[in-house]
């Protein structure tokens, strides 16, 4: 089993970054694929970005552009690099590993107009 344990949301203004990451027990390199998902209130979590074993990156339509996934297989961390954040990227965002499958408690982020 795998944990996942987020951190750095918060509260920003449109237009400001902020830097998630997700750190994850065990080594990285065993994980076959990992993504970031979200939740807004009253809506479905929805899929933000993920990476594959080789490295690939996928993103979501609202995601391209402003936000980048990257890993860092020395702390076994998982970031989330989002930019020109606007208030409707407000939610809690999720990580999680596809294999073996597991999801972070989420961290909140919440960008004020």
Do not use: H
Request: glycine residues 10%.
């Amino acid at each position: 089993q795998v944990q996942l344990v987020e951190s750095g949301g918060g509260l920003v203004q449109a237009g400001g970054s902020l830097m998630l990451s997700c750190a994850v027990s065990g080594s990285i390199f065993s994980l076959n694929s990992m993504a970031w998902y979200r939740q807004a209130p009253g809506k479905q979590r929805e899929f933000v970005a993920s990476i594959g074993s080789s490295d690939k990156n996928n993103y979501a339509d609202s995601a391209k552009g402003r936000f980048t996934l990257s890993k860092d297989y020395a702390k076994n961390t998982l970031y989330l690099l989002m930019n020109t954040l606007k208030p409707e990227d407000t939610a809690v965002y999720y990580c999680r590993s596809y294999a073996p499958a597991s999801w972070g408690q989420g961290t909140q982020v919440t960008v004020s107009s």
